[in-house]
């Protein structure tokens, strides 16, 4: 499960002290909003969930409510469940859950949805955070890639992309599609191991001239990307980034030849349909001027009378309303047969940037996905913030260590290592994987990279802790804590079986980090529910400080009551209901 662990100002606070004020991160999107099923908007949408693991609220300040299932219809423009037999205009659902619309396969998540209703439709919100959503990118664009560091760059383009291209349909109160228009977001698609690649280039991203790069990419080249000012709009600063250069690695792929028919009345109604007028009948199509690298730039379309297409226009127009397989690309020569346009092209997508096939070959070869970038975008930096930063790699037999700053940060390698060791004695559990530490050289940067504000001192995703500056840390007081308790959730994480409430493993966690600390007093949250909300989408600070302390408290009594051993053998094995549900906490039972 992915997690942002808040500790310099909250958790850590509870026992060592602190004040820690909130702060707005800058930069990198800690979220993205994405609407699901953008194309095809479903009328139903089925919600399940675990007792106790998800919420729905009908409006943003309404009272959340647990949700075992839950079905929403669309009734014109408000929802409607089985259990109400009132509409609501709509509704907000929170915590982890599977949904599942008719005919599509079902979606496991645990990041947020807001659903309203249009036209008899549902439109459905996805609140992603920004590498779960790179995860998604990388499934939809890019899933069956062999190649480690052809993914990794893949992903540093996807974030680069949706940094410089954010809230493109910002007017109707999202980010972005889930479809090519944006970017190819598949999230039944997103594994383990796509969220490790994103996890390892977390935050990195390619700038130029100080600003996200205008990272375009394509399916396939055939041999010769195209000059990225033939698809920037006029808005576009310059990104001679994007020139047109061939491409030996996807010609050696073989490159992509293709041949596709249209029939002529389908072509008339489709560029209708985008506003393209042809005079009388359809009768021929021809190239009426090329691009450098041999792309259609210009088409000639006649029928009583010819009128002139942007090849842009043209593509556009097929893909909306026949399909985007029909025309691959705009690397094309145009015939006539009767009643049918034939095609004949090489190549897949506009051919701007970074080739994925080629990059593809380009891994399989040996090349660093940095190498990858370098050659599809030259003249960007890569790093996680404006100034890029040169990442360096210390490691010994039990940790990895990416810093900035190695003579500042390498003494965090034994540091780590014996945290590590005494993790695994005093849990008798064993990593499943090497821990990596990535430590930023300033707050910014960490900011920048995660999303997260200044008073949250490490961000853990998978076998990755992010970390802000170790200086910065240590003067706080809190490096040794911070650090260990990270490495402690890494490994309790890696054994919680699915469905473990939030707030048993946030809690044993914090028990195990300072066991013989007192206890916080008091009960901050009525029901278990309204604690898990919290701690997954936490309304302040000081909210999220109360919800851990209550956290703690819980598994320090259950501790007291039945001991560490048994508290070890329900996250990898599942807690009795009545714990799970938080029942005789208040009593003592």
């Keep these: 499960m992915k997690r942002l662990m808040a500790v310099l100002g909250m958790v850590l606070a509870l026992w060592v002290g602190g004040d820690g004020k909130p702060a707005s991160p800058s930069g990198f999107p800690q979220t993205v909003r994405v609407r699901l099923w953008y194309l095809h908007p479903p009328r139903e949408l089925r919600v399940k969930a675990d007792a106790g693991q998800a919420q729905l609220r009908k409006c943003a300040t309404c009272k959340p409510a647990d949700i075992a299932t839950l079905t929403l219809r669309a009734n014109g ?30 979606l496991h998540a645990d990041f947020p949805l807001e659903i309203r209703a249009q036209d008899g439709y549902l439109q459905i919100t996805a609140l992603m955070p920004m590498e779960e959503y790179i995860a998604g990118v990388l499934a939809g664009e890019v899933g069956n890639f062999k190649s480690d560091e052809a993914l990794k760059a893949m992903a540093v383009a996807a974030r ?4 410089h291209f954010g809230r493109r349909h910002e007017v109707d109160g999202f980010d972005f599609c889930d479809t090519t228009h944006c970017q190819d977001l598949r999230v039944a698609g997103i594994d383990p191991h796509l969220r490790r690649i ?3 280039t977390a935050g990195e991203v390619l700038w130029y001239d100080g600003e996200p790069a205008a990272a375009y990419y394509a399916a396939n080249c055939g041999g010769t990307s195209e000059d990225g000012r033939f698809i920037l709009g006029n808005d576009e600063a310059r990104a001679p980034f994007l020139n047109q250069h061939s491409d030996q690695y996807c010609l050696r792929h073989g490159g992509m030849q293709w041949r596709t028919e249209v029939s002529k009345r389908e072509l008339q109604r489709a560029l209708r349909a985008d506003g393209v007028s042809v005079p009388g009948t359809l009768r021929s199509v021809s190239v009426l001027h090329r691009t450098s690298s041999g792309r259609a730039e210009f088409l000639r379309v006649a029928g009583s009378g010819g009128v002139t297409v942007p090849a842009l226009t043209f593509r556009g127009a097929i893909g909306r309303h026949i399909g985007w397989d029909r025309l691959k690309s705009n690397w094309y020569d145009v015939s006539d047969a009767g009643t ?14 970074l080739c994925q096939v080629g990059a593809e070959v380009m891994g399989e070869e040996g090349h660093s996905y940095r190498e990858i970038l370098a050659f ?3 003249g960007t930096k890569l790093g996680v913030s404006a100034q890029g930063m040169p990442w360096q790699q210390l490691a010994n037999e039990d940790v990895q260590l990416l810093t900035t700053r190695p003579e500042r940060d390498r003494e965090l390698l034994p540091m780590a290592t014996r945290f590590l060791h005494e993790s695994e004695e005093s849990t008798g559990l064993v990593y499943r994987g090497t821990p990596r530490l990535k430590v930023y050289a300033t707050v910014a940067d960490f900011r920048n990279s995660t999303g997260e504000p200044g008073w949250v001192a490490a961000s853990t995703r998978g076998r990755t802790i992010q970390m802000q500056p170790s200086d910065v840390l240590r003067q706080a007081g809190t490096l040794d804590t911070t650090l260990r308790h990270e490495l402690l959730h890494m490994l309790i994480e890696s054994y919680a079986r699915p469905g473990t409430p939030l707030w048993f493993r946030e809690g044993l966690v914090l028990y195990l980090s300072a066991p013989a600390s007192s206890a916080p007093q008091g009960v901050a949250f009525e029901t278990t529910a309204a604690l898990e909300k919290a701690l997954r989408a936490p309304a302040s600070q ?7 302390a ?4 819980r598994v320090a009594q259950l501790a007291q009551q039945r001991g560490k051993e048994t508290l070890l053998d329900w996250v990898q094995n599942g807690l009795p209901a009545e714990v799970a549900d938080g029942l005789g906490m208040r009593s003592g039972k």
């Design 77 to 106: 423009s408000q929802l409607q469940t089985d259990s109400d037999k009132f509409a609501m205009s709509e509704a907000r659902i929170s915590g982890a859950h599977q949904m599942n619309a008719a005919g599509e396969p079902p």
């Design 160 to 163: 680069t992309y949706a940094m």
């Design 198 to 200: 994103a996890d390892a």
């Design 340 to 353: 049918q346009i034939v095609f004949h092209g090489r190549g897949s997508g506009h051919g701007v940037g």
């Design 376 to 378: 599809y975008y030259p």
């Design 542 to 548: 000081e909210e999220l400080r109360r919800a851990y």
């Design 550 to 553: 209550e956290a703690r408290g």
